[in-house]
């Protein structure tokens, strides 16, 4: 199986920037349908899908709610994934999360995800 060990997160001032890493490994990963995404969740809610990539390309698909603010990228030497926040607002405190899955395409929504990693505190302070 895949393990994922993200870090970084914390707290933020509002309209700080904050990077969160993910490194992978595991079996799989050097798949070229292998691709990792980042989610955030709030208590009580389900996982929101923010942004994914493909772990050996360049293509990424991100949520609505974090285009142009957030920005997943990864390293294939490295096996690792980030995800830079940038204009962080309240709104965006959350455990963050990494995860991981072999697809044809790059899914958002948290049940196409089978590998995740622990939930990370992000905590933007107004």
């Known amino acids: 199986r895949v393990q994922l060990v993200p870090s970084g997160g914390g707290s933020v001032p509002s309209g700080g920037s904050t990077t969160l890493s993910c490194e992978i490994s595991g079996q799989f990963y050097r798949n070229d349908h292998f691709c990792v995404a980042w989610f955030r969740q709030l208590p009580g809610n389900k996982r929101e899908g923010l942004a994914a990539?493909?772990?050996?390309?360049?293509?990424?698909t991100y949520a609505d709610s974090v285009k142009g603010r957030f920005t997943i990228a990864q390293d294939s030497a490295t096996y690792t994934t980030y995800l830079q926040m940038n204009s962080l607002k309240p709104e965006d405190t959350a455990t963050y999360y990494c995860?991981?899955?072999?697809?044809?395409?790059?899914?958002?929504?948290?049940?196409?995800?089978?590998?995740w990693g622990p939930g990370i505190q992000v905590n933007v302070s107004s």
């Open positions: 990539i493909w772990m050996r390309g360049q293509s990424t």
């Open positions: 995860a991981a899955e072999l697809r044809s395409w790059l899914p958002l929504s948290q049940y196409e995800y089978m590998s």
